[in-house]
């Protein structure tokens, strides 16, 4: 146990907070020059429009992708928890994109993505010219296109969590509202769902901090682009720190994304902890 | 690694994990460990030409084990400056000229990055001209291998089916795009969804429409005389860009097609040309059948063709890591990559010409332009060459898929890059 502590330690928390530093500094990121600027990069992300649309776009592709991969997860969870013969070929289906890099579905989402890819010619080849998109290049639609390629690839992994959830719930407790008379939303609504608590919790937290840190799929489909229609925290931060040469601002706002993901677990788990106690 | 690089070199481990993963490493058959061998890094598009330099340099030193990683332009700029600032970069790497780009010389030399070259034998033998855009206070700190172009590349046999030639004119260029479009071509492919070729058809047309004989455009911008948004030929040039969008003179969704596809569309013969610079021509080979043939011409952007001229300036330049491992290795090779006969022959594969002049080079014909362009001085630098950082850089790429997209007018990006060259 000691020697885990002390090297997470050594290579997580010193780091992280060392790290932090920098951004009441001016360093560029390359040589020796820095001097002690207080608080000035954090009140520069006020005043920078960029910084206030990547965040308020890291904002809503996060709460799309968490509403939606939970709730596809669910109904993903919901059909392989059933007796059907397929069920755990299924489930190995469903949850495989999950274990493949985003990186690698980024570079095959882009592909299918393109003007003249598999997406638009699949469209075509059903008679459904008429919805083809510029999914990538459309700046109205990129956004989502990249919450798409995150939802398809994570919703096997929330399946898998509300899976644990489902089959712990005692199958006694079913039958017994059954003879009372329930149906299957009503069982549902009444026992399934305040058991699957913990589940949620879980899974909302994970889907919350994936949303915000997001950065693969964005830098691989779009670089941010087109313009800045799918800037997020996480690829301004690296613009910064890597491109304009502004290491100190980049980490100011790495700063602010770190509280902000803190602060908002903190809030749905004791929300969600609170409804798990009442229910 | 000093105990301050530490935190920052963990922060991007990560990063590096995943670019690493992005980039493709050639270790040489029976080559030996990283501590041993001369460690190089490079462009992805300076593949065919540091392949074949180094093969050449392993057999006049078999002794000399190398390593060569390459990445695309982006990762590589973040693998390097990561490397540098926690002492691990390479021992020689490819760097740019000037200081528009984060990988600039004149962004890296200040901060002891890079080693200083003025006494190597070559040194002397560099252009004034060439030598303003690898210098930093005066000292030498990079090789330049190749002076390379920006034009239009094109597909000889696509050009002969659409029954078009060379434009001189910007009459021309549009008679270009109808004809293409009517024999159900392209003109011009264009693969706006990756950042750095947006600039690409600006810089062609800011290069005649800016840069006239006599300009004092970056002088007067760095004085505060005159700005981007002040200045007709910039609008002019993001004009005629938008122009030649709404005439289809490009691919299809050009913000949502790649570079490689784009350039695949040239290859195949799908689209007749695409704006470029001239080291992409062989990524466009790799796509074409057997024997097709390239061609390239100045784009150019008024009626009066002997007004055009094209943007031309060092290219692929190498600099020592003022750490490096093994710095007897990386000298030999840098000078043997500043030899005549092997500059020449990386020019030839680059489809460029030697930056240090030399009277043995026979340039390959069909990008001969670029050669007659330089001799007439009717070539000029890079925009962002003289740019006084990265942002401004950026500020164009994004604009111009904010164009695309029509988020933006151009005078809202020349606004915006305004901004950019004022927060230096």
């Known amino acids: ?279 | 690694m000093t105990n301050r690089r530490l935190p920052a070199a963990l922060c991007v481990l990560a990063t590096g994990a995943l670019l690493a993963a992005c980039s493709n490493t050639a270790t040489p058959p029976g080559g030996g460990t990283a501590s041993a061998a001369l460690r190089i890094a490079s462009n992805s598009s300076e593949k065919i030409a540091l392949d074949a330099a180094i093969a050449a340099f392993k057999r006049a030193n078999p002794g000399i084990d190398v390593q060569v990683t390459y990445a695309d332009t982006d990762p590589y700029l973040t693998t390097l400056r990561t490397q540098l600032s926690s002492g691990t970069a390479p021992d020689v790497f490819f760097a740019f000229p000037a200081k528009g780009n984060a990988g600039a010389v004149q962004v890296l030399a200040p901060s002891g990055y890079l080693q200083d070259l003025s006494a190597r034998p070559w040194a002397g033998q560099v252009p004034q001209d060439v030598k303003t855009v690898t210098q930093a206070g005066g000292k030498q700190y990079l090789l330049p291998v190749t002076f390379t172009g920006i034009g239009a590349i094109y597909n000889k046999k696509a050009m002969r089916e659409v029954g078009g030639s060379e434009p001189t004119t910007w009459k021309d260029v549009l008679d270009l795009c109808d004809k293409a479009r009517t024999a159900g071509r392209t003109a011009f492919a264009l693969g706006n969804q990756t950042p750095w070729v947006t600039q690409l058809i600006d810089y062609a047309l800011v290069s005649t429409l800016v840069y006239t004989p006599g300009s004092t455009f970056d002088a007067d911008l760095a004085g505060g005389r005159t700005s981007f948004a002040a200045s007709t030929g910039w609008k002019g040039a993001m004009d005629k860009y938008l122009e030649l969008s709404k005439r289809g003179c490009f691919s299809k969704d050009p913000l949502g097609t790649p570079v490689e596809t784009a350039l695949q569309q040239v290859g195949k013969g799908e689209a007749v040309a695409a704006v470029q610079v001239l080291a992409t021509a062989g990524q466009i080979r790799d796509a074409a059948a057997q024997g097709t043939e390239l061609g390239m011409f100045p784009l150019p952007a008024t009626d009066d063709a002997q007004a055009t001229r094209m943007p031309g300036a060092v290219g692929t330049s190498y600099a020592i890591n003022a750490k490096a491992r093994d710095r007897a290795a990386a000298e030999k090779f840098i000078d043997f990559l500043a030899q005549p006969q092997i500059m020449n022959d990386y020019a030839a594969k680059s489809n460029a010409a030697p930056a240090i002049p030399n009277d043995a080079f026979a340039p390959d014909p069909a990008f001969a332009a670029l050669l007659e362009y330089q001799k007439s001085g009717r070539t000029v630098p890079f925009m962002d060459q003289f740019w006084p950082n990265p942002k401004v850089q950026q500020a164009h790429l994004s604009g111009v898929q904010e164009l695309f997209s029509g988020a933006a007018t151009p005078q809202d990006v020349l606004t915006e890059m305004d901004k950019a060259y004022k927060s230096n």
Not at chain 1, 102 to 115: H, I, K, Q
């Open chain 1, 1 to 279: 146990m000691l020697p885990a502590l002390a090297l997470y330690l050594y290579v997580v928390l010193v780091p992280s907070f060392r790290g932090a530093g920098y951004a009441f500094t001016d360093w560029s990121g390359l040589g020796e020059r820095m001097s002690f600027v207080g608080l000035e990069n954090f009140a520069r992300i006020f005043d920078d429009s960029a910084a206030q649309d990547a965040l308020w776009q890291t904002v809503a592709i996060t709460a799309v992708i968490t509403i939606v991969q939970n709730v596809v997860g669910l109904l993903l969870a919901l059909g392989v928890h059933s007796r059907i013969r397929s069920r755990n070929a299924l489930r190995v289906l469903f949850f495989a994109p999950a274990v493949m890099t985003p990186v690698v579905t980024a570079y095959l989402w882009r592909y299918l993505y393109a003007p003249e890819g598999a997406l638009n010619t699949a469209l075509d080849a059903l008679g459904l010219g008429a919805l083809r998109q510029n999914w990538l290049g459309d700046p109205g639609l990129a956004l989502w296109s990249v919450a798409a390629i995150v939802i398809w690839q994570f919703s096997g992994y929330s399946m898998v969590i509300f899976l644990a959830g489902l089959q712990s719930v005692p199958r006694e407790l079913h039958e017994a509202a059954g003879v009372d008379g329930a149906g299957a939303v009503q069982r549902f609504w009444h026992i399934t769902r305040p058991l699957l608590a913990s589940a949620v919790t879980i899974n909302v937290m994970l889907a919350l901090i994936g949303g915000f840190k997001l950065f693969d799929q964005v830098y691989v489909t779009t670089g941010g682009g087109p313009g800045h229609a799918t800037e997020t925290l996480s690829t301004l931060i690296y613009k910064n720190a890597f491109q304009f040469g502004d290491f100190a601002y980049s980490t100011a706002i790495a700063v602010l994304l770190a509280v902000v993901v803190a602060a908002v677990s903190a809030v749905q788990y004791r929300g969600l902890r609170q409804q798990k106690g009442s229910s």
